[in-house]
């Protein structure tokens, strides 16, 4: 019953590399989301993806790139990463375009140096 | 665009007091999501609100929905310390495919 796992949990980079961050989900939804949150703050949306094979811009889209690799899996890419990347991530799925909440994962917390 | 409001930000309260968490929105949507979240861990749905006039009750908890208001609240009642926690409130678009989150209001009860 592992819901929506992410990988890794932790991980330090240095201003520049790059990383994946990795979502996938056994509950059979359709929706999958990306998320920060910053320090006291709520969380805010930068990408999705209401279904398999489509992705769109969130809130806060700029310096990611994400891709829907299955029904099950959603990764997000820093394609080079900034000390303004430093943030927890979340991933998140829902039934599409449905009132059920969406499930969360336990989050990633990236420091970049 | 869709701005969601939470206050207080922080509340400290005693133990056994009622207290009222408030979540204001700016734009038309009668779906609102309440959330919990401990230090370090990720977030637990507590309640969905669907339309105008939605009441919820969990336990110690109860939340309410005003559409006309843009208005939910989330009443805590004889608090404990295991309410302790950030509680975010969530409103969904009205096309359904995009979550805006409050600021979050951290709550610490107090012996």
């Known amino acids: 019953n592992a819901g929506v796992t992410q990988t890794p949990k932790f991980q330090v980079l240095k201003t520049g590399q790059s990383m994946t961050l990795q979502c996938a989900q056994d509950m059979n939804h359709n929706s999958m989301y990306w998320y920060r949150q910053d320090p006291g703050m709520g969380l805010r949306l930068i990408y999705y993806?209401?279904?398999?094979?489509?992705?769109d811009k969130g809130e806060v889209p700029n310096g990611y790139n994400v891709s829907r690799l299955n029904k099950r899996e959603f990764s997000l890419r820093l394609e080079s990463a900034a000390p303004s990347q430093t943030s927890v991530y979340f991933c998140a799925s829902s039934v599409a375009y449905s009132n059920q909440p969406q499930h969360f994962g336990d989050g990633t917390r990236l420091s970049i140096l | 665009e869709l701005k969601v409001e939470q206050n207080p930000l922080f509340l400290s309260m005693q133990e056994g007091k009622n207290y009222t968490i408030y979540c204001n929105y700016s734009t038309t949507s009668d779906r609102l999501y309440w959330y919990r979240q401990d230090p370090g861990k990720s977030l637990e749905s507590l309640f969905v609100l669907l339309s105008n006039g939605a009441v919820k009750q969990e336990g110690r908890l109860m939340a309410s929905l005003d559409t006309k208001a843009r208005l939910s609240t989330l009443h805590i009642t004889a608090a404990v310390h295991d309410l302790s926690a950030t509680y975010f409130c969530?409103?969904?678009?009205?096309?359904?495919?995009?979550?805006?989150f409050g600021g979050g209001t951290r709550l610490m009860v107090k012996p």
């Open positions: 993806s209401a279904s398999e094979g489509t992705t």
């Open positions: 969530a409103v969904l678009n009205n096309a359904g495919n995009m979550l805006t």
